[in-house]
């Protein structure tokens, strides 16, 4: 593409590539839009429109068919990162630490200066609140930048026994404004709320000055998130209450296999023009 309708394609999808001044600059004044990205076959669909393409640990569900997140290691999340850079290179990409890579400021610095040395993501994701903030505050100091999780975490589905909706109670609502305010204060420059309820999301949303996103947290948070397999209906398992489905991705791959199987048992493919 010559570089006139290659800046005609930014201006026409109104892309500008994001960097942490300007995530920050959006609070107030332009919702966010982040979705996954596993490979780099989807991250170049997705990143003229995406502000953020976050390589989730999500990936060892949707697709490694594991039960949970937990899994994930180090080198994995390394190697679809890559992937993801390599196909979106002008996308603001973030790496999801995975679970057990940051237990401790030292292991988790070490773990990070390896995720910006072996890829070229610009951040990566942390989950956890006040109990976190020494280990963002280490990270940031030392020239990572780190995007907070807090609420529902998914790496904590097993000490917590599930996956449950938070800020439910005063008590509970109170904590995640504090978790919050700590990861702010640590030095983050975003935050994804996860499966929080929408009245103390946008109350979490209102107390932090940095960009909050939300999963499941209702419409008033700063941006929005979602997992790529879910909204284009591939993940099959489950549908959660906060999926929107915006292509039923899983019915059209398997009419368009299905319509190949049949052209290939009567012979319609390959045709004449296919051949060489
Ligand atoms: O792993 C992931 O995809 C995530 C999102 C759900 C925010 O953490």
Known sequence: MILGEYIMSIIKNNFEKMNITKIKNSKNNKKL?????????????????ADMILVGDSLNMSFAGRP????????????????????????FVIMDMPFGTYINKDEALKNCIEVYKQTNASAVKIEGGEDKADIIKHLTSNAVAVMGHIGLMPQYVRSEGGYKVRGKTKEDEEQLIRDAIAVEKAGAFSIVVEGVKSDVAKKITQAVNIPIIGIGAGVDTDGQVLVWSDMLGFFEEFKPKFVRHYLDGAKLVKEAVNQYR????????????EEY
Not at 33 to 49: G, H, Q, R
């Open 33 to 49: 839009t982040v979705i996954t990205a596993y490979d780099a076959l989807f991250a170049k669909l997705f990143e003229e429109i």
């Open 262 to 273: 049949n052209d290939v048992q009567d012979k319609s493919f390959p045709s004449k023009e």
């Open 68 to 91: 949970d997140t937990l899994s994930a290691t180090l080198e994995q999340m390394i190697y679809h990162t890559n992937a993801v850079c390599n196909g979106a290179k002008n996308a």
